[in-house]
């Protein structure tokens, strides 16, 4: 086998372990969801048609939608909500009230993957431990104990990293693929009539015989669908062909012998309708396919943490989440990284969840929402991104989208009807962080207002300085700036209380942009300012990893020449003060500076070496 051939195939054998561990294991409770609560009655062509229904919701929202359309949005190469938002916001540039709204949209969605993170893990985890029910009654007891011990084992090993059991991801995860493929097949040989449902004539009879209680189940139906999200979040781990080939190859026609596998037997025992997946397999079967499923749950929910960290360092680097401290768990990988805060806040409301609806059926009440208002989000910015940034026609932009934005709205106005039922849950923690979000980007347009309106020029501040210049000391002082041009705090104070400057003075201004990479040729710009002093604008992409000391080495090509050992870090420590007047309702106020305050500090965010940075505070009232 060629190398070429061996990377591909190792590629796939991935994007099955990570891309699809989530999607992969709904086949546990997307069928009982359907049938369990008697909104269908139990007839032979009631069964064909839900089949049906599934297959097309796979076909249509998978294959076509994500899989042919929406991968092929990809920003620089990288997917997911984030980097969709910015390549519409960056699309409809010159319209900023259209730009506005999208981008509050987009964040609105992104903070809503913290409420599908929430009810995901809770919901697979528990559905897979579930199966010791059908080994025996008296497990039942201790389903949520073993849920709640598995849940804590696998959030208490993400700070040492994913990398020592990442390799086995993909063939435990193909291993489920292939047993619930056998399990499916062994169940249609007994019935092999089933496998004419995936005509969608079955479906349509459905909605026409019984179109209320069709917009019922969407909202059980789209339980065969999640994780389609990450079909396109995970783009840049692994690019287009590997995510379409493991699906069109392993995992769809898996989904599809499983679902119509469940089918059968429940024509042939009606009974199984309480667990008919765990009820397909033979007695001798039941623990190893219990422990299976457990493992198989566990690595879809490990990629939708990683997927929670991931998203959570774009959206700080974007500004619209303080900063957090961010560890990075592999030397080799830079982007397998740690964020406690994200880690153990995700447990908690895992937990909460899982002791307050303590099923999985109870817990499928809760999902939904989330993930559909996600799906439909995704449908309108992809609207904008093919019509603005690919210049296509609008009647093929309409054509294209309108048909799945439909399909999403569907689906999404039959999740409101579970809204009183648990939907409310991953709503709140969405809109909770949503308002958070919001808070912090305006709570840092206050502070950069405030700050301009104090400002002191830099360059003509620097003339008059060195008309009577202070004592000179040996080295380099960087002093960070939140806008260029303007003079730092940190430089004021240095001077009122040290009377000294340093040797080599550069003011350095952090920039975030709206793509996802900027490469280490256009990180730097910098403008000399005379009297050996320079402006230096930083450049960063919101997956670039920030390292501030690294960035300035470029520095030596325009002559300045940094030594490591001789160079030091001038930070302002803001203190915000809270007043009444034009800026944010008071308790928004207080809450921004309470977040401000918990910011992990912007030495470590910056990569700052410890022993080289020096605070200086001040105060800003907003």
């Not at 897979?128 to 009654?137: C, F, H, R, T």
Request: aromatic fraction near 12%.
């Amino acid at each position: 086998m060629s190398p070429t051939k061996s990377s591909s195939a190792a590629l796939i054998l991935a994007a099955i372990g990570v891309v699809y561990g989530d999607i992969g294991t709904s086949v546990l409770y997307a069928v009982k969801e359907v049938f369990g609560h008697g909104h269908v009655p139990f007839t032979a062509e009631n069964v064909y048609g839900i089949l049906s229904m599934f297959f097309w919701t796979l076909t249509v929202i998978v294959s076509l939608k994500y899989v042919v359309l929406v991968l092929r949005a990809d920003n620089e190469g990288e997917g997911g909500l984030v980097a969709m938002l910015a390549l519409a916001s960056q699309a409809v540039v010159d319209k900023p009230r259209l730009r506005n709204v999208l981008l509050v949209v987009g964040v609105f969605g992104t903070s809503l993957f913290y409420g599908d993170g929430v009810i995901t893990p809770a919901i697979s985890v528990l559905s897979a431990v579930e199966g010791l029910e059908v080994v025996s009654p008296h497990f039942k007891h201790y389903v949520i104990p073993i849920t709640l011990v598995v849940l804590f084992c696998l959030f208490a090993v993400q700070k040492h990293g994913t990398s020592g059991i990442g390799r086995f991801f993909g063939p435990i995860t193909l291993t489920w693929f292939l047993a619930i493929a056998l399990l499916g097949v062994s169940q249609i040989l007994t019935h092999p009539a089933i496998l004419k449902a995936i005509s969608p004539y079955f479906a349509l009879r459905f909605m026409w015989e019984n179109p209320g209680t069709s917009f019922i189940i969407l909202g059980a139906t789209v339980l065969c669908v999640t994780g389609a999200e990450a079909l396109y979040a995970d783009l840049g781990h692994f690019g287009k062909r590997p995510i379409r080939v493991a699906w069109f190859s392993v995992v769809m026609p898996a989904l599809t012998l499983n679902y119509f596998g469940q089918g059968a037997l429940l024509l042939e025992n009606p009974a199984a309708v309480k667990n008919p997946f765990f009820m397909m397999a033979p007695e001798w079967a039941l623990i190893p396919l219990v422990l299976l499923a457990t493992a198989a749950t566990v690595i879809a929910s490990q990629a939708l943490i990683t997927g929670a960290f991931s998203v959570t360092r774009q959206v700080i680097q974007l500004g619209y989440l303080p900063r957090l401290n961010i560890e990075h768990t592999s030397v080799r990988t830079a982007g397998q990284i740690y964020i406690p805060f994200v880690n153990w806040g995700l447990f908690v409301a895992i937990v909460l969840a899982v002791v307050m609806f303590r099923s999985s059926s109870n817990l499928a009440a809760a999902y939904g929402i989330a993930v559909t208002t996600d799906m439909l989000i995704t449908t309108v910015l992809t609207f904008f991104v093919i019509r603005y940034a690919w210049k296509y026609p609008l009647a093929l932009c309409i054509a294209a989208t309108g048909w799945f934005f439909v399909v999403d709205f569907l689906f999404f106005a039959s999740n409101l009807l579970k809204l009183f039922e648990g939907g409310w849950f991953p709503l709140l923690i969405g809109g909770s962080i949503f308002m958070l979000m919001l808070t912090w980007k305006e709570g840092r347009r206050l502070m950069g207002q405030m700050q301009m309106a104090e400002a002191i020029d830099l360059r003509g501040f620097l003339d008059s300085v060195f008309v009577n210049p202070p004592a000179r000391v040996d080295g380099t002082a960087v002093f960070m700036t939140a806008e260029p041009g303007v003079v730092p705090n940190a430089l004021l104070h240095n001077l009122k209380h040290n009377k000294v400057m340093h040797e080599q003075n550069l003011f350095v201004t952090v920039r975030n942009h709206e793509v996802p990479w900027i490469p280490m040729d256009k990180r730097i710009e910098m403008e000399p300012l005379g009297h050996h002093c320079w402006q230096v604008v930083v450049h960063y992409g919101f997956k670039n990893d920030v390292d501030l000391p690294r960035a300035l080495e470029h520095a030596r090509l325009r002559g300045c020449q940094l030594e490591p050992m001789t160079t030091s870090y001038f930070l302002s420590r803001d203190v915000v003060i809270p007043t009444l007047g034009s800026g944010m309702a008071p308790w928004r106020e207080k809450l921004f500076a309470q977040m401000h305050h918990n910011a992990s500090g912007a030495a470590g965010f910056l990569g700052l070496p410890n022993n080289a940075v020096v605070e200086l505070g001040s105060k800003i009232e907003i």
